[in-house]
């Protein structure tokens, strides 16, 4: 994928009924130099809990360059800063309000859309697959299987009922998601899977200093993963 000059505007995603004193959530959309040509590939990408996320701004702003559509958001509770997430209904409706953005403009949609997140966002995104939403496939980045520190009760069930490929970055040392634990939850998947483990990264992909990598070989290791299965779940 070659590199562009991309623009990256502000759009706001229209809330059902007002929630947190909010009327809409303001998304950040990523569009390619010339866009649309080539393969007018789009990937979504919801934060988690956090409202300011550097690694997917930073995932956001080089899919663009490589000429991807891209559209990056958070949920209302976390614009609004509150630390009780949405009930499902809430995310899974501002996930597919979000998707619609895509198609705003016929002439430019998107081919290929690709949907996912990190952390809250990758398990919302995983409950979205199984709704009436076009999407090539589905990409995980820290999926929260479980409870941190107990894979006793994994939150799977979602999992199972996806019938889109599907792409697992785990951080080597995720405390939510026990790798063991996701290999016999991914034995039971019908659907194609990927699972790409980062070394010695932990729930947000951070790695301790003494791994020798940086917050930039990590997101380079992430981009590079994703960009290949992207390819591959095309064919191409």
Same mark, same amino acid.
Do not use: C
């Given at each position: 994928m070659a590199e562009g000059e991309p623009r990256?505007? !502000?759009?706001? @995603?229209? $809330?059902p009924e007002p929630l947190h004193g909010l009327e809409s959530v303001t998304a950040?959309? +990523? @569009?390619?130099?010339?866009?649309?040509? +080539? %393969?007018?590939? #789009? /990937?979504?990408?919801?934060?988690?809990? !956090?409202?300011?996320?550097?690694?997917?701004?930073?995932? !956001?702003?080089?899919?663009?360059a490589r000429k991807v559509l891209t559209l990056r958001f958070a949920f209302?509770?976390?614009?609004?800063?509150?630390?009780?997430?949405?009930?499902m209904s809430v995310l899974e409706r501002t996930y597919i309000?979000? $998707? #619609?953005?895509? #198609?705003?403009?016929?002439?430019a949609a998107p081919a290929h859309v690709? @949907?996912? =997140?990190?952390?809250? =966002?990758?398990?919302?995104?995983?409950?979205? %697959?199984?709704?009436?939403?076009?999407?090539?496939? /589905?990409?995980?980045? =820290?999926?929260?299987?479980h409870k941190q520190d107990d894979p006793s009760d994994p939150r799977a069930d979602r999992l199972y009922r996806i019938i889109n490929p599907m792409l697992f970055i785990q951080g080597e040392k995720d405390r939510h998601c026990d790798l063991a634990t996701l290999k016999q939850?991914?034995?039971? @998947?019908g659907a194609p899977w990927n699972l790409h483990r980062v070394p010695e990264a932990d729930h947000s992909f951070r790695v301790p200093k003494k791994s020798g990598r940086s917050a930039e070989d990590v997101e380079a290791e992430?981009?590079?993963?994703?960009?290949a299965w992207i390819r591959q779940t095309l064919g191409e």
């Open positions: 990256f505007e !502000q759009v706001e @995603i229209p $809330l950040t959309l +990523g @569009i390619p130099e010339w866009w649309p040509t +080539g %393969a007018r590939v #789009s /990937v979504v990408l919801a934060h988690g809990t !956090q409202l300011d996320d550097p690694q997917l701004e930073s995932l !956001q702003h080089k899919l663009t209302p509770f976390v614009v609004a800063g509150k630390k009780k997430a949405d009930p309000d979000a $998707l #619609s953005i895509l #198609s705003r403009d016929p002439t690709f @949907i996912g =997140g990190k952390n809250l =966002g990758a398990y919302t995104a995983a409950h979205v %697959a199984t709704r009436r939403v076009r999407a090539e496939g /589905v990409f995980f980045l =820290g999926y929260p299987l939850t991914l034995a039971r @998947i992430m981009l590079a993963t994703l960009e």
